[in-house]
């Protein structure tokens, strides 16, 4: 059965790092999501993402995120300057199409740690 | 404004009782969908259930079962005879179009903490 991947599982970085975690949605998939989960919290929408732009972003998706889907497998999270609060579990999730019950699949998420 | 309320933030059975996870939501729209996800220690988000706006038929699911009610904007999650592999963080979370997609808006979860 198809399934989203995410790499890596666990990634540690130090503060005022870069990070690329990287997703491969399913591949007749057209919209992409990332989502946030700080320890503990509930998962966070954070942008979604068709048709090689934007579609939404929630007001933590600032100026030092951003996204990418350079080669039509792969969709990224740039994370430009890390910071303390970034530390958390973020989700890739993709869906085949529009309509609301087209459910988005998740990846089984990266551990992000900022040191 | 779209929001998922779960009331119960951790919840302690003993295994083979039956527990019920709470959840309320609220949205401006008529066409909207509610999942059920689990979250076991390992982290990964595992999918139970989904429900669309139009069909309020409760459904059973071996030992899971859920009760939609479109007129208290409830959407309840059963666990019969509980076992201690059900401890996990249960989110409800609901789908309604926004700017061209359907982004999720989760709940805070429910801790079910199934002790032998």
């Known amino acids: 059965e198809p399934e989203v991947t995410q790499t890596p599982s666990h990634q540690v970085t130090q503060m005022g790092q870069e990070v690329i975690l990287r997703c491969v949605p399913i591949s007749n998939h057209l919209y992409f999501y990332w989502y946030r989960q700080i320890l503990g919290q509930k998962v966070e929408f954070l942008v979604s993402?068709?048709?090689?732009?934007?579609?939404?972003k929630s007001e933590i998706f600032d100026d030092q995120f951003s996204v990418e889907r350079p080669d039509g497998s792969n969709f990224t999270l740039k994370i430009r300057s890390t910071k303390l609060e970034d530390s958390a579990m973020y989700f890739c999730?993709?869906?085949?199409?529009?309509?609301?019950?087209?459910?988005?699949?998740f990846g089984p998420g990266t551990r992000l740690t900022v040191l | 404004a779209q929001k998922v309320t779960q009331a119960q933030t951790e919840i302690s059975v003993v295994e083979k009782e039956d527990v019920t996870l709470d959840c309320v939501y609220e949205?401006?729209?008529?066409?909207?969908?509610l999942f059920w996800y689990k979250q076991p220690p390992s982290g990964e988000l595992v999918f139970l259930i989904r429900r669309n706006s139009f069909d309020e038929q409760n459904e059973i699911s071996g030992r899971y079962s859920w009760n939609f009610q479109k007129s208290t904007s409830s959407f309840n999650f059963t666990i019969t005879a509980s076992q201690v592999v059900d401890s996990a963080v249960y989110f409800c979370a609901l789908s309604e179009e926004s700017s061209g997609t359907y982004k999720y808006i989760f709940g805070t979860g429910t801790r079910l903490k199934v002790l032998a």
């Open positions: 993402f068709y048709n090689n732009e934007i579609s939404e």
């Open positions: 949205t401006r729209d008529t066409t909207y969908y």
């Open positions: 999730a993709s869906s085949p199409g529009l309509a609301g019950d087209n459910e988005q699949f």
